[in-house]
């Protein structure tokens, strides 16, 4: 019987367009982004913000990004 939670999981952990990632900058910084596969988040160092994303789909609202712990 397959793993309906896996499956689930998969679905919702698309990867991003790596030609979207090429455009893609902060919101607040204006400054580059690093894809956080495992976390399916977008990093901005400079803002110390985690923009997630959901569905391959990154939402760059201020409002949805965690700030980023001081050891990450």
């Not at 902060?26 to 400079?46: F, G, K, N, V, W």
């Given at each position: 019987?397959?793993?309906?939670?896996?499956?689930?999981?998969?679905?919702?952990?698309?990867?991003?367009?790596p030609r979207?990632?090429?455009v893609?900058v902060?919101?607040?910084?204006?400054?580059a982004?690093?894809?956080d596969?495992a976390?399916?988040?977008?990093?901005s160092?400079?803002?110390?913000k985690?923009f997630?994303?959901r569905?391959?789909?990154?939402?760059?609202?201020?409002e949805?990004a965690?700030?980023?712990?001081?050891?990450?």
């Amino acid at each position: 019987m397959p793993d309906t939670d896996t499956n689930a999981n998969q679905q919702n952990q698309a990867d991003v367009d790596p030609r979207l990632l090429d455009v893609l900058v902060c919101p607040l910084t204006r400054s580059a982004l690093h894809y956080d596969r495992a976390r399916q988040e977008l990093i901005s160092q400079q803002a110390r913000k985690a923009f997630p994303v959901r569905a391959g789909v990154p939402i760059m609202l201020l409002e949805e990004a965690r700030d980023l712990a001081d050891d990450e």
